[in-house]
């Protein structure tokens, strides 16, 4: 097939095809500045159970993220996702937490996501080619219903982190509201009624028995694990400060980045409780994917701890992110990249200095398998460049007070595209892969030119009313700096369409004068560089 250009009246538009397991193929017109979530509202037109709330999309066998953008993961014309319909109700089933391909199986509960009057069990089966004939290979008892196959081998909806191998629960999302204080984020949560409820940004959950407030922030794993603990014991996950009203949480789930699908013995795994300066440990009631549930907790600091063997973790799995920044403001193309366990509290640490030094991300995906502490990384690239202090990157854990390790990379001839690859120097295995175009440098300098916020908006207006994404994020930034108010904010998010959104916030920022809408030119090249870059680049 041809690949499709862009029409002109249209100029970003492009279509891209979408299969589900029922053997449905559909076509959908978006643009690259549309989110996962606007995908899914327009292919919600031609089938209404597709939505971004009855339904997940996967793409180059990832879970896509509903507040990313197309662009995000260079989607390209003519493309073919796979979106599977999300599936609630009856008891719980004990499924497979890994995509097949993989030695070890290992099952545990669904948790919230289960199946009604089915006896489905989990066998290793490509998704992948359910999507080229989506009845081949499935169980009997299954028939007419290959979603609920798939999922049976791939819990969890809307995954908790980056794994290819673990698939998290489906829990309600709750979307905290953020306040800076001493330096530091405060995250508030109204949890609306009973039920199980996941914070949208930092992965913590709650179980609760009735409508509560919970207030809770990180806090630092160095600054409470006395030297001695800190030869024992090794972070495997954030630590919190957590506060709520007492009797009401029944569990809480803290997020953990220790890969469960290589079927580890997770007898180390504890839970540490801090409270007057003294730590106690306690088992976890089960683990998930990504998280370790206590049941009836009491609140103080919280977080997941793993025992050290023989002086090392080089035996345990580790979720892992690479993160890339390019400095705008360094000679030629200068780029750093950090290899860091999934733990927001470090990624939010290490984006913040980034900012710190004019450096802007570059989104890429994680590595393709765990990785292990105590262990280092080789990095290479297919083209010339120059990687300093040198090519390996040791795995390991920093607290986020910490200097993050990392590797700059000098790029004096950027050419059109160029790999970056990233081996295991015990035996040479590839773990990561990723690819940089020069149309990604280029976005982000355009982006770096600096004009008036209040130029920008008066310029833009009509295309910021129609194309500005991520409102609730953008709110709760323009909160914290004290540009808009916690009504205001509430106001906003009451109107009933995103367009009308963007339409009042920006009447309202250009009423409140040049220092709000250079807030909100700041907040757009964080949040949404090449939407701003697309924009200046027409200016």
Known sequence: MAEQQPTADSPA??????????GQNLAVQVSLDDT??????????QDSSLGPETAFVIWNQQYMNQDLTLRSYEIKPDCTVLCVRRLRGGSSLPVESRLPGKAGPRYESLGP??????????????PWKLVADPHESLPAEASGSAE???????????????????????????????????????????????????CSITGLGFEVKSA?????????WTRHLSRDD??????????????VQPGVVRAVRLPHFICLAEDIDTNPCFIAHFESGKMTLQRPTRLTAFSAV???????????????????????????????????????????????PDDNSVRQAVEEQEQNWNSKLIPKPPPFNPLFFGCSYRVTSTSFVEITPNTELPFCY??????????????????????????????????????????DIKLLARASKTISGAAFVKKHQTELCSRMRQLPIILQYLRDANVINSDEEEELQGLDTNKRKNRVLLDLVKKKGPKAQEQLYQILQIKDPYLVADLEKST
């Open 36 to 45: 996962v979530r606007d995908f899914q509202v327009k292919l919600s037109a």
């Open 230 to 243: 800190q030869e024992t014991w090794v972070p495997a996950g954030p630590l919190f400060h957590i506060a």
């Open 113 to 126: 996501v289960y199946f009604q009057g089915m006896d489905i069990k989990p066998r290793h089966v490509d």
């Open 398 to 439: 920093k607290s986020p007070k910490e200097q993050q390790l990392f590797v700059e990379i000098y790029i004096r001839n950027m050419v059109e595209e160029m790999s970056f690859l990233m081996t295991d120097t015990r035996n040479d295995t590839e773990v990561w892969r990723a690819s940089l175009r020069s149309g």
């Open 294 to 340: 206590l049941e009836n907790p009491s609140f103080s600091l919280l977080g997941v701890l793993w025992r050290r063997l023989r002086s090392t973790l080089n035996s345990f799995p580790m979720h892992s992110l690479v993160l890339i920044f390019h400095q705008l403001s360094a000679a030629d193309t200068t780029l750093h990249l950090y290899l860091i």
């Open 148 to 198: 609920a196959s798939f999922l049976s081998m791939n819990p969890g909806s809307s995954p908790q982190g980056t794994c290819r191998s673990c698939m998290g629960e489906v829990l309600p999302e709750v979307t905290p509201k953020i306040t800076r204080a001493s330096g530091k984020h405060m995250y508030q949560a109204h949890l609306p009624g009973e039920g199980v409820f996941q």
């Open 13 to 22: 538009e492009f279509r891209i095809f979408v299969k589900t397991l029922t």
């Open 212 to 220: 509560v407030t919970v207030t809770y922030r990180y806090a630092t």
